[in-house]
C-alpha cells in the first residue's frame, strides 16, 4: 500500500572550459577557446513509498545543449537500513534526437545515442556530513561510449555537510573510464572534482 507521493523537481546549468577560460578566449586558437560545451539539466520525479522502508519513483531527466536534446526516463527503487545506511538502484534509458551523435565501433557510420543506464548509490550521513558511493554503468550494443568500447563505468564519491535548512554544500571526486587519449592514442582513465550546492526551497 502507498503512503504518501512526493514530487520533486530540479534544474542544473553546466559549462566545460579550457585551461585558457580565464585568461580570454580566442576563436581562432583552440587552447584559448575557454568555453567548450553549455549544457542545462532539468529532472522531474514522483517518489512513492513502499511500506516503512521502501521507495520507488519514475522520473525524467531532459538535457538541452546547443546541437542536441537527450530525453533519459528512468526507475528508482531503494530503502533505508536501520543502521540509517541508505541504498539506491536505478535503470535509465538515454535516448537523444541527434540521430548520427555516436559512431559505430567497426567503423560503419554514426547513429543515434540510445543507451542503457544502470546506477547504484550507497549513503549515510553522520550528523551535518554525508557520504554517498555512485558506481554507474552505461551500455550500447556495438556503439562508442567516449571509451573505444561499447560500455563504460564511471565510479563517484560525495560529501556534503548541511550548513542549514536551506543550504548545502558538496564536493564530488569522479573516476571516469577510458575517455582520456594521449598523443600516443593510448587511452586512460579521467578524473573531475565537481563543487556544487543544494539550495532546498
Not at 540521430?99 to 550521513?125: C, E, H, P, V
Not at 573505444?148 to 569522479?174: A, F, S
Request: glycine content about 10%; cysteine-free.
Amino acid at each position: 500500500m502507498y503512503h504518501h507521493t512526493l514530487y520533486l523537481f530540479s534544474a542544473e546549468a553546466a559549462q566545460i572550459h579550457n585551461d585558457g577560460y580565464f585568461a580570454g578566449n580566442d576563436s581562432d586558437d583552440p587552447d584559448k577557446n575557454g568555453l567548450k560545451a553549455a549544457a542545462q539539466e532539468f529532472e522531474a520525479t514522483y517518489k512513492f513509498d513502499l511500506g516503512e522502508d521502501w521507495y520507488w519513483a519514475p522520473g525524467l531527466v531532459m538535457v538541452t545543449a546547443p546541437n542536441w536534446t537527450e530525453y533519459r526516463p528512468y526507475l528508482k527503487l531503494g530503502t533505508t537500513f536501520d543502521n540509517g545506511v541508505s541504498l539506491t538502484g536505478s535503470y535509465r534509458y538515454n535516448w537523444s534526437n541527434d540521430a548520427n551523435g555516436k559512431n559505430y565501433l567497426d567503423g560503419s557510420g554514426t547513429t543515434r545515442g540510445a543507451s542503457n543506464q544502470f546506477d547504484l548509490w550507497i549513503s549515510k550521513n553522520f550528523g551535518d556530513v554525508g557520504l554517498m558511493y555512485n558506481p554507474r554503468y552505461r551500455y550500447q550494443d556495438g556503439v562508442d561510449q567516449g571509451t573505444g568500447r561499447d560500455d563504460y563505468w564511471e565510479h563517484t564519491i560525495m560529501v556534503n555537510y548541511k550548513l542549514n535548512e536551506t543550504w548545502m554544500p558538496y564536493i564530488e571526486l569522479v573516476s571516469v573510464d577510458e575517455t582520456y587519449v594521449d598523443e600516443q592514442g593510448n587511452r586512460e582513465n579521467d578524473y573531475a572534482v565537481r563543487l556544487g550546492f543544494v539550495m532546498n526551497l
